[in-house]
């Protein structure tokens, strides 16, 4: 096994325990609840890491062509989507009990939303073309153009209105409760943990996919 | 003087933000970070598991390549 699946194994057993257990700054509305720091908030650095590494993937089939970079960033893309619902998720439940209702149309959720259909439309394209080089060229540069759509989605635009998320609602950057040491403590390797589980998911994913093509063509050989 | 109280203040005013001090008090927070430790260490295991097949399976076709070639 390689040296950063165990690095992600022991992340993530350190956040669990750190997160639950460790002192938390004493905060008003967020109360116990500035935990989900340690679990909701990595699910979309995650997303950010597997939707980047996706976009690297695509500029590399652009210049050089490799089948190979097409199938990683479909894979990593499944994998960020599979973070994003769990981030979009895990915010709904604890809106529910926070700001009161499920889903309140606040800018960081619709944003948020209008991010994750951007990549399901992403999936829906790729469905429709009957050419594989056509359907991988295509993508890729539709790719480029989601993930740059996708940073002023999450980042700018909610800043610019009033969020009520954390960490929102006109102040740039991280707020007080982020700057926390207790809380970056587990913050930060939470962040690394959850972010390589998806890339050992992603890998895992695009290995089967290759293993499965190679039987296809092997059968394919038997028959000839 | 002034900083002096503003943090007595400080730290009143948080004392009364209601967190879940009773269920580390009693101890029960363990049977939580048992809980969750263990799904945890389950799913990675799960992924453990389907990582090595893969590399079986990954083994096995380039020896059968292999011996298509040959």
Redesign the interface.
């Given at each position: 096994m390689n040296w950063w699946k165990w690095l992600c194994v022991v992340l993530l057993m350190y956040t669990v325990l750190g997160g639950l257990l460790f002192d938390v700054p004493r905060l008003g509305i967020l109360n116990e609840s500035i935990r989900n720091i340690h679990f909701h908030v990595p699910m979309w650095f995650g997303m950010i890491f597997l939707f980047g590494f996706s976009m690297w993937h695509s500029i590399n089939y652009l210049r050089k062509g490799n089948p190979d970079s097409d199938s990683l960033a479909v894979e990593s893309v499944n994998v960020g989507i599979v973070f994003g619902v769990a981030g979009l998720v895990t915010g709904m439940v604890w809106a529910r009990y926070t700001w009161g209702d499920w889903w309140s149309g606040d800018p960081k959720q619709n944003a948020s939303a209008i991010g994750m259909l951007i990549y399901l439309a992403y999936i829906v394209l790729r469905g429709s073309f009957d050419s594989a080089d056509q359907r991988a060229r295509i993508c890729a540069v539709f790719n480029i153009f989601a993930f740059f759509l996708l940073i002023p989605l999450l980042f700018i635009l909610p800043r610019l209105t009033d969020s009520l998320h954390p960490g929102n609602g006109g102040n740039p950057g991280f707020n007080s409760y982020d700057l926390d040491s207790r809380l970056r403590s587990v913050f930060y390797p939470a962040v690394v943990g959850w972010s390589l589980l998806g890339y050992w998911m992603t890998i895992s994913a695009w290995r089967f996919k290759k293993v499965k093509q190679a039987f296809e063509s092997w059968q394919i050989d038997q028959h000839a | 003087m002034i900083n002096n109280l503003l943090w007595i203040l400080a730290q009143a005013a948080?004392?009364n933000?209601?967190?879940?001090d009773a269920l580390r008090a009693d101890g029960k927070?363990y049977v939580?970070?048992a809980v969750?430790?263990l799904i945890?260490?389950l799913m990675?295991l799960y992924?453990?598991r389907?990582?090595k097949k893969?590399s079986l399976?990954?083994k096995e076709?380039?020896n059968?390549?292999l011996e298509?070639q040959s």
């Open positions: - | 948080q004392a933000i209601e967190m879940a927070i939580v970070v969750v430790g945890v260490s990675i992924l453990v389907l990582d893969i399976l990954e076709m380039s059968r390549k298509n």
